[in-house]
C-alpha cells in the first residue's frame, strides 16, 4: 500500500506554545488529506479536510482559527496547532487518497502533549 | 452518510479464521463498504473494500450479502499481529472527497 509519514511522531509542549504537524505521501500524490483526532480510549474524529491549493474544510464544532490547515502540495499538509492548551492533549493523524483510490492512506499519528 | 452497526469486541484463537460483521441496513446502492483496522497507537490500516460482488486480497476477504444490508470481513487464519480494531465504514462520497466516520468498531482480541 502508499505509505504517509507523519512529523513529529510525539511532542510535548507548554500550555500557549503553537505546534506544527507535517503529514507526508511519500509515494503518491494525495490530491485530499484529511486530519483526525482520537482521545484515549475513543474513536477517530474527523477534524478537516483539505484538497491542494485550496482552503481547508473543517468539521462542525473544530476552530479554523486554532487548527490551522495548510495543503500547499500533492505530497505535504501541515497542520498548526495555536496556542495550544492542555485539553488539545491528542493523538492526531493525518490520511491522503487521490482521485485514482477509494481508500485512504493514514499516518502513524502524533502524540501530543499539552503541560 | 449511512450507519453501521458492529458488536464491540470479539475473541478468537491463534491461527483460526474470524469472521468479523457489520450491519448497514440503511445502505444505498452506491454506498462502498470499507474495512479498516487499527493497532494500538497507530495509525489505522486499509484493509478492503467492495461493492456487491465478495472480495479478496492478501489481507482478508469480504463476503457482502446479496441484499448488502451486512457484511462479513473474513480473516482466514488470525495471528497476535490481527489483534486491533476494526472498522466497517461506509465513506461518504458526497463531493469527491470520500470522507470516512469512524464508529466505535470492533476489538478484536486473538488468544495465543
Known amino acids: 500500500g502508499a505509505v504517509v509519514s507523519q512529523h513529529p511522531s510525539r511532542v510535548i509542549c507548554k500550555s500557549g506554545t503553537s505546534v506544527k504537524i507535517e503529514c507526508r505521501s511519500l509515494?503518491?500524490?494525495?490530491?485530499?488529506m484529511f486530519w483526525y483526532r482520537q482521545f484515549p480510549k475513543q474513536s477517530l474524529m474527523l477534524m478537516a479536510t483539505?484538497?491542494?491549493?485550496?482552503?481547508?474544510?473543517?468539521e462542525q464544532g473544530v476552530e479554523k482559527d486554532k487548527f490551522l490547515i495548510n495543503h500547499a502540495s500533492l505530497t505535504l499538509s501541515t497542520l498548526t496547532v495555536t496556542s495550544a492548551h492542555p485539553e488539545d492533549s491528542s493523538f492526531y493523524i493525518c490520511?491522503?487518497?487521490?482521485?485514482?483510490?477509494?481508500?485512504?492512506?493514514f499516518g502513524p499519528g502524533t502524540r501530543l502533549t499539552v503541560l | 452518510d449511512a450507519k453501521t452497526t458492529q458488536p464491540n469486541s470479539m475473541e478468537s484463537n491463534e491461527e483460526e479464521p474470524v469472521h468479523l460483521p457489520c450491519n448497514h441496513s440503511?445502505?444505498?446502492?452506491?454506498?462502498?463498504i470499507h474495512w479498516y483496522r487499527q493497532l494500538p497507537s497507530q495509525g489505522p490500516e486499509y484493509v478492503i473494500h467492495?461493492?456487491?460482488s465478495n472480495v479478496n486480497n492478501r489481507m482478508a476477504s469480504l463476503a457482502i450479502a446479496e441484499d448488502r444490508k451486512s457484511s462479513t470481513l473474513i480473516l482466514h487464519r488470525a495471528t497476535l499481529r490481527d489483534a486491533a480494531v476494526y472498522y466497517c465504514?461506509?465513506?461518504?462520497?458526497?463531493?469527491?472527497?470520500?470522507?470516512?466516520?469512524f464508529g466505535k468498531g470492533t476489538l478484536l482480541t486473538v488468544n495465543p
Open positions: 490520511s491522503a487518497r487521490t482521485f485514482l483510490w477509494d481508500e485512504q492512506f
Open positions: 509515494d503518491f500524490q494525495a490530491t485530499t
Open positions: 483539505s484538497n491542494e491549493g485550496s482552503k481547508a474544510t473543517y
Open positions: 440503511t445502505i444505498s446502492g452506491t454506498d462502498y
Open positions: 467492495g461493492l456487491t
Open positions: 465504514i461506509l465513506p461518504d462520497s458526497g463531493g469527491s472527497n470520500y470522507k470516512l466516520t
